[in-house]
């Protein structure tokens, strides 16, 4: 059974800085796509950026509202994907919530989120 930590959310000013990680437990198959997805109160969720590993490559992409600001790393040795998001806004307050899909069988995991706020 797959299992997604998160970890890393919290308090933070407009302009700030903030680190996540999402470290994955159990029986992990390449190929596969780690992703960061977020949802704010009365919205739906939405994607931040995800990373596609397999074949000895990480190819990453961004939601538009993220790209210059937040950078999305995984280290396949570790099962454990980060963002580093830089420049936070109060727009970018959420529950980040981390997602592994199995790109073979198209199975699909979450974790259980970690609250970012961003204010001041």
């Known amino acids: 059974q797959v299992q997604l930590v998160e970890s890393g959310g919290g308090l933070v000013q407009p302009g700030g800085s903030l680190r996540l990680s999402c470290a994955a437990s159990?029986?992990?198959?390449?190929?596969?796509?780690m992703g960061w997805y977020r949802q704010a109160p009365g919205k739906q969720r939405e994607l931040v950026a995800h990373?596609?590993?397999?074949?000895?490559?990480?190819?990453?992409e961004y939601a538009d509202f993220v790209k210059g600001r937040f950078t999305i790393s995984r280290d396949n040795a570790k099962n454990t994907l980060y963002l580093q998001m830089n420049s936070l806004k109060p727009e970018d307050t959420a529950v980040y919530y981390c997602?592994?899909?199995?790109?073979?069988?198209?199975?699909?995991?979450w974790g259980q989120g970690t609250q970012v706020t961003v204010s001041s």
């Open positions: 997602n592994l899909v199995f790109l073979g069988s198209g199975r699909y995991y």
């Open positions: 159990g029986s992990i198959f390449s190929p596969n796509r």
């Open positions: 990373i596609t590993s397999g074949g000895g490559t990480n190819v990453a």
